[in-house]
């Protein structure tokens, strides 16, 4: 025993590694199963929109477009967009079918787009009801694509926060809406997304 | 060669020997997180959001019709938050939980509608919350522990959240900023719709 004691102090290995066994004889609590993956919920929700070029480009049209129309539209749009969104991601996950969702998706690009790219001033409501109408099928698609297991709550919160920070991009760049060049800058945008549109259309029909 | 391997080898089975004899608990499904009930119930709220979001949207609601609505709001719903609770700790079962969506769907609705309600209306929209919101946590909490200072603490988080929030929103003059008080209303409003859904599909 006294051996042991003395070569215990003088083996300077036995000092290194003792410390060692100790920490490892000392296993804490493993909390292993807590949290049950809220945090990938949110992440996953909020990357579905940005992770789909045919979303981010409808979005931001949104915000473009109320840039361009104005007060009150700059406002109505990006309010009424996430409560008709989140209608149609209700009947995705009810399992109500939505035929053409992503012709739908595809068609708002284009439809959206165009408003831009031409400048149309329709009376708010008709506004409204446009982008009211596409909305649903974004937010079909978000509904339907749930992941399973996921927290539902923690999923639409992610994907409607996503949503409307792309709707604050769109309204950020339609700021630059006021001199000349600007307008051009914008309506150039809106083509570019009609553009993109017509190409998911195309990918859709074949 | 072996004379070293044992004098490095018995020293350290020695003081592992010693070690597993103070056996530590193991708690790998620990409940607690070891701040003490009070705490405890002061970050249930901030990592609830189906309790947090519906308190931010009537401060936000509170704070769009002024500072008598938000000093309403700041008073009776911690109140009626703990008296919930204290009613569900004794008599809840702990349903109804998948009902909260109404909560985010109507609040939300006002805030993103800008609603001019009265403080009557304001006073009532307070007081279902709380109880409704206090109860299902209530249910949740062990009566024969330190369950009351647990709703203290989320009674206190609630005080602070709506203090934080309604009085961010009252002084807002600005068009673009109250029109993001709305906005985030919808934003909620939007989450209740999802969690009907989700509701309805998960019962189905």
Redesign the interface.
Known sequence: MKS??K??RT?S??RL??PL??AL?????????VNKGEGVSFLSGFKHPISGLDHVVAMIAVGLWGAQLG?PA??VL???F??V???G???????VPLPGTEFGIAASAIMLGAAVMLKLRPPLAVAALLVGFFAIFHGYAH?SE?PPGES???Y??GF??AT?CLHAVGITIGLVNRGTWGQRAVRFAGAAIALTGVFFLYKVVS | MMRRFARFLFPNLFASAICLLLPREAAAHLPTIGLGPVYDGVLHLFLSPEDLIPVIALALLSGQRGAPFGRRSLWLLPLAWFAGGMLGMFTGSGRGATLTFVSFLLLGGLVAAKARISLAVLTVAAMLLGCFHGYLNGAGINRYDDGTYALLGLSLAVFVVVALFASLVVPLREQWAQVAVRVAGSWIAASGLLMLGWAVRTAS
């Open positions: 042991l004691l070569s215990w083996t290995a036995s590694l003792a066994f100790i004889c000392y296993a804490q609590a493993a909390e292993a199963h007060a700059i406002w990006p309010v009424a996430p409560l969104m989140a209608f991601g209700m009947l995705g996950l009810l399992g509904g749930l539902g709550l923690l639409s919160l409607v926060i409307g």
